[in-house]
């Protein structure tokens, strides 16, 4: 009898255990995939607009050991083609080669495209119409919440003389939009259901991420007036680990680049250390600024916007700072009818205090370049919502050989807010005088009745090209 208990005790034991042993263990539910983190996310419009940005992406990668990724809103389709034959479709799937080859000899090997079209003009609102705005910043706040950066980089979002590219002011755009949505649970949830044991299995299931700091590079043609906008960096010091000055690496970077800049990439080829040295320190034929700002945009904890840039990435956060523009706190709208300058111009104006971008800087009194001998536009924005019959005098005062096409009376809907452009012809220069052309003043009175609503001012260079207004 005992050795049958025993027997059936010992039985027990032996089909109870693996269940208490199950019971026991502790499941390990699987976290983030830790080979896309990122400690620098660069978010850029187009094939090679990350080398605005190179030398301090390779003191970050090589010297200081961050992990970068990248961003691209566009493939550079309708680029330039300069090396072969190749446009439209074939040209982008080039360029895109062309990056990731880039951006995997400075060791970075997460490389992503949005589906943005390439859109060559200098208005923002073009590059977001055409970009499909909504369904890529939702694929911005994906990729953000997937490589969880600290650190954004991008364009600047704001209208300087330069190249002035749209697309590169929606780079900026879009990053800033991302990096306020994609800490908040609310903001395209679905990224963040996760996955059901039935059916539901195409569930995302990521996490919210706030990335800390923003900052911006400036494609405007005179870089001294962000100095002392952000942090600093030389790009002619040596890197320790590397043993060559980081803009080196940066060129060898560049080089990948040969639909773009194919005569000037193959005569950098041929120049020795010293020549290639004594070209890049020449402000004229050097391809960065040294040092290299990189442009505060803001931090979700507080920080000076010249700290350094992985300095207080924790703290105390950061409330939203004052917007002022040209010295003075914008006015709210009130019952008398508000005119401004409207466009990129107008919406940049919005943006900034919505996304609490108030040290940015702003070009003061706006400016623009463009062709000479081509249309002027000067978009107008009037709030008059409590006026709804509204009458408006144009004129206006400006440089010599350049007339108001559109100048006169203007009656209103009756709306809330109404846009409408003036159009001013500007002359054709001799090249004499494109050589010694300076920027000038236009500008556009705004009356109502007797009563001066506005005067609108526009910093205007007139150049032989240029990407269109």
């Known amino acids: 009898m005992m050795k049958c208990l025993r027997s059936f005790t010992k039985w027990m034991f032996l089909a109870i255990f693996p269940l208490l042993a199950t019971a026991q263990t502790t499941k390990t539910i699987p976290g983030a995939d830790d080979r896309f983190k990122a400690d620098i996310l660069v978010v850029v419009a187009h094939p090679d607009d990350e080398g605005a940005v190179t030398p301090y992406l390779a003191r970050a990668i090589y010297d200081l050991h961050k992990r970068v990724a990248v961003v691209y809103g566009t493939h550079g389709g309708s680029g330039g083609n300069s090396y072969g034959k190749e446009r439209a479709g074939a040209l982008a ?40 705005h909504g369904e890529n910043l939702e694929k911005l706040v994906q990729l953000i919440r997937l490589t969880r950066p ?40 679905s990224q963040l259901a996760a996955a059901m044991p039935q059916r539901e299995i195409y569930q995302e299931n990521l996490n919210t991420w706030q990335p800390k700091k923003l900052y911006f590079f400036a494609d405007a043609q005179d870089d001294k007036q962000f100095a002392g906008s952000g942090p600093a960096y030389s790009i002619s010091e040596v890197s320790p680990s590397q043993k060559k000055p980081y803009w080196r690496l940066a060129i060898n970077a560049a080089m990948t680049h040969l639909t773009q800049y194919p005569a000037e990439i193959h005569a950098l080829e041929n120049l020795n250390d010293t020549e290639l040295q004594k070209r890049m320190s020449d402000p004229e034929t050097g391809w960065w600024s040294d040092p290299e700002t990189l442009i505060f945009g803001k931090s979700f904890y507080v ?47 919005d943006f900034r205090k919505e996304h609490c971008l108030g040290t940015l800087p702003v070009a003061n009194p706006p400016e623009i370049a ?4 081509s249309q002027l536009s000067v978009p107008i924005d009037v709030e008059h919502r ?13 440089p010599p ?3 108001l096409l559109s100048g006169g009376t203007y009656a209103l809907p009756g709306e809330a807010r109404t846009t409408f452009r003036v159009e001013i012809a500007t002359p054709v220069l001799s090249g004499a005088a494109l050589k010694t052309a300076k920027p000038e003043i236009a ?5 109502d009745g007797e009563k001066t609503l506005a005067d609108i001012r526009l910093k205007v260079w007139l150049r032989s090209g240029g990407l269109p207004q």
């Open 93 to 132: 799937d080039i360029r895109e080669i062309e990056a990731r080859d880039a951006c995997a000899r400075l060791g970075i090997k997460n490389v992503w495209f949005l589906d943005g079209k390439d859109t060559a003009s200098q208005n923002v609102l073009n590059s977001l119409a055409s970009w499909g």
């Open 150 to 189: 600290d650190v954004i980089i991008s364009s600047l979002p704001g209208v300087f003389i330069g190249e002035d590219h749209g697309d590169h002011q929606a780079a900026g755009v879009l990053s800033t939009e991302a990096f306020d949505l994609a800490g908040d649970p609310a903001v395209f949830p």
């Open 303 to 349: 920080s000076k916007p010249t700290a350094d840039v992985f300095a207080n990435l924790d703290g105390k956060p950061a409330g939203c700072l004052d917007l002022y523009v040209g010295g003075q706190i914008r006015d709210a709208v009130g019952a008398a009818p508000q005119v401004k300058l409207g466009g990129p111009w107008g919406f940049y104006d």
């Open 370 to 373: 463009i062709k000479e001998g």
């Open 386 to 398: 409590d006026i709804p019959a509204l009458t408006l005098n144009l004129s206006a005062d400006l």
């Open 401 to 403: 050989g350049w007339t």
């Open 443 to 447: 500008t556009v009175h705004i009356k």
